[in-house]
């Protein structure tokens, strides 16, 4: 399933407002607070994205994803590592898409 660059822009924007499923928007905002405060987390906010549908498994996956984002992005800040053009954003998303992150 292709997700138009639109929605990517509006979820980007500010995933609250953007036309999305619940269960995706409360587990964007769990990740959220994973990232920003994660000493306030409790498992009264992986309830909330469950009842709005998210399953454990589906929690768990971004949980991994996410924190495998948030350590890159600050060594990547710590290092001063160089950002990808267009072009190799585009190439990375191509090979993501055909293989996945299973290695």
Same mark, same amino acid.
């Given at each position: 399933?292709?997700?138009?660059?639109?929605?990517v822009?509006?979820?980007?924007d500010?995933?609250r407002?953007a036309p999305?499923?619940?269960?995706?928007?409360? %587990?964007?905002a769990? #990740?959220e607070?994973?990232?920003?405060?994660?000493?306030?987390?409790?498992?009264e906010?992986? +309830?909330? @994205? =469950?009842?709005?549908?998210?399953?454990?498994?589906a929690?768990?996956?971004?949980?991994?994803v996410?924190?495998l984002?948030? %350590?890159i992005?600050? #060594?990547?800040d710590?290092?001063?590592?160089?950002?990808?053009?267009?072009?190799?954003?585009? +190439?990375g @998303? =191509?090979?993501?898409?055909?293989?996945?992150y299973?290695?």
């Amino acid at each position: 399933m292709a997700i138009g660059e639109e929605l990517v822009a509006s979820v980007l924007d500010d995933y609250r407002a953007a036309p999305i499923e619940e269960r995706l928007r409360a %587990t964007l905002a769990f #990740l959220e607070k994973v990232t920003l405060a994660p000493e306030q987390v409790g498992p009264e906010d992986a +309830a909330a @994205a =469950r009842a709005a549908g998210a399953s454990d498994d589906a929690l768990r996956d971004a949980v991994y994803v996410c924190t495998l984002f948030n %350590t890159i992005d600050r #060594l990547a800040d710590a290092f001063g590592f160089a950002l990808l053009t267009d072009a190799g954003y585009n +190439a990375g @998303a =191509r090979f993501l898409l055909k293989s996945g992150y299973a290695w």
